[in-house]
T-cell receptor, first 110, second 111 residues
Framework: GENVEQHPSTLSVQEGDSAVIKCTYS??????FPWYKQELGKRPQLIID?????GEKKDQRIAVTLNKTAKHFSLHITETQPEDSAVYFC?????????FGKGTRLHILP | DGGITQSPKYLFRKEGQNVTLSCEQN?????MYWYRQDPGQGLRLIYY???????QKGDIAEGYSVSREKKESFPLTVTSAQKNPTAFYLC??????????FGPGTRLTVT
């Protein structure tokens, strides 16, 4: 079955700097790759997603890149702000079955 | 965030008892999911259902059971066979291979 590896598990960046979180997946048939943000005590919420026919997608300060050949995808957050502090999960999906990575706890330092 | 509800928010049970967690959605989504969240383990898939009266095992289905008699409802039963049931349980729903909407979660404590 699908296996999703996510790195790093914890990331601290200075406010205003960029943050990058990386994920790899094992099933080459996976075709949908969402990223979720979970703030403390809240439910996960989708922040950006990408499908397998696209290499990059941007939404304001957030971007995701996908390399299907290498089976990895990354989340990029630019100009980080205090409200970006949260746990971020990547996921890979095929036919409605979604497998999540273990998460990255992002700390934004003042 | 509205449209998918879980109850109760906190649940306490004695070891050896079965317990059922409720999940209801009014988003008209076909697919529904149950995840277990433990510190450092991310979201692990227990069961998912793509259509009424059908469901599939996820990666950690042992000790759990589900039913999908109605499109809106996907209850999860944690049985006494689950060796370590204390956890935070999240339900989600989605249209086919798209954004998942999560419920607020149920924190189950078994003593």
């Amino acid at each position: 079955g699908e296996n999703v590896e996510q790195h790093p598990s914890t990331l601290s960046v200075q406010e205003g700097d960029s943050a990058v979180i990386k994920c790899t997946y094992s099933d080459s048939a996976s075709n949908y790759f969402p990223w979720y943000k979970q703030e403390l005590g809240k439910r996960p919420q989708l922040i950006i997603d990408i499908r397998s026919n696209v290499g990059e997608k941007k939404d304001q300060r957030i971007a995701v890149t996908l390399n299907k050949t290498a089976k990895h995808f990354s989340l990029h957050i630019t100009e980080t702000q205090p409200e970006d502090s949260a746990v971020y999960f990547c996921a890979a999906s095929k036919d409605d079955k979604i497998i999540f990575g273990k998460g990255t706890r992002l700390h934004i330092l003042p | 965030d509205g449209g998918i509800t879980q109850s109760p928010k906190y649940l306490f049970r004695k070891e050896g008892q079965n317990v059922t967690l409720s999940c209801e959605q009014n988003l008209n989504h076909d697919a529904m999911y149950w995840y277990r969240q433990d510190p450092g383990q991310g979201l692990r898939l227990i069961y998912y259902s793509q259509i009424v009266n059908d469901f599939q095992k996820g990666d950690i289905a042992e000790g759990y059971s589900v039913s999908r008699e109605k499109k809106e409802s996907f209850p999860l039963t944690v049985t006494s066979a689950q060796k370590n049931p204390t956890a935070f349980y999240l339900c989600a729903s989605s249209r086919f291979t798209s954004e998942q909407y999560f419920g607020p979660g149920t924190r189950l404590t078994v003593t």
